[in-house]
């Protein structure tokens, strides 16, 4: 008999439990994120939405490592993140986690390509040529490859961007807002993208978002109202989403 191991398919991507962020003290002590449970399962596509200063990027941050957090613990697979030195966090990062910012943070020197590949030839890691190979397939970019991101759209820059995040083979990919500096119809060739990866790569995807449209491409909508998840969406679509975000907020529109 085999026990799962560590690397289980059954275990979540991500979990966070009762994960607890404050930031400063006395008048300006702010909870950010309030004892939050979550898991994040495999080839599962999650969108986050809630209110401005509600949580959703302290939420990504502590998740992929960018911030520490308060209380409770953030687990990529069964890694407890709070438990690794910086090192080691830098390297789990790095192997394990794809982030992807609503600035495209592309270096101007590079070209699509050098962009794509950066972060596993900083690392001195051999790219899984078969893997990105269905990345650039994927993201649909091939006759752009050598273009610098000047010469690229906001879209297709975004989309590169994301490439990027998932060229390392990453268990998780974290995207805040990645269609927040787009208009809709580079927003949509983003959003079909992150939906093909985790269809067509079994990749696994956490976007927050402030769009209906761009929530209706997840297969989970998780809601967060000051620190907290306060409602969950299976299988949304852009007209529920909207419905939701009405009834819970009337002068919305
Ligand atoms: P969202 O992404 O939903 O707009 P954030 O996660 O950025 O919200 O912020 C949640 C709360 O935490 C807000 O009240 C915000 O002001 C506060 N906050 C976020 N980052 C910091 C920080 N570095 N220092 C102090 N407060 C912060
Ligand atoms: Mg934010």
Known sequence: MTLPGPQSAA?????????????????????????VDVDFDRGRFTAIMGPSGSGKSTLMHCMAGLDSVTEGQAFIGDVDLSSLDDKALTVLRRDRIGFVFQAFNLLPTLTALENITLPMDIAGRKPDQAWLDQVIDTVGLRDRLAHRPTELSGGQQQRVA???????????????????NLDSRSGADVLDFLRSSVRRMDQTVVMVTHDPKAAGYADRVLFLADGRIVDEMAEPTAERVLERLKAFDPAED
Do not use: Q
């Not at 962020?21 to 950010?32: N, P």
């Open 11 to 35: 275990l979540p991507a991500a979990r966070g439990r009762t994960l607890t962020k404050v930031f400063g003290e006395g008048d300006t002590r702010v909870v950010a994120l309030d004892r």
């Open 162 to 180: 994301c490439a990027r995040a998932l060229a390392g083979r990453p268990d998780i990919v974290f995207a805040d807002e990645p269609t927040g």
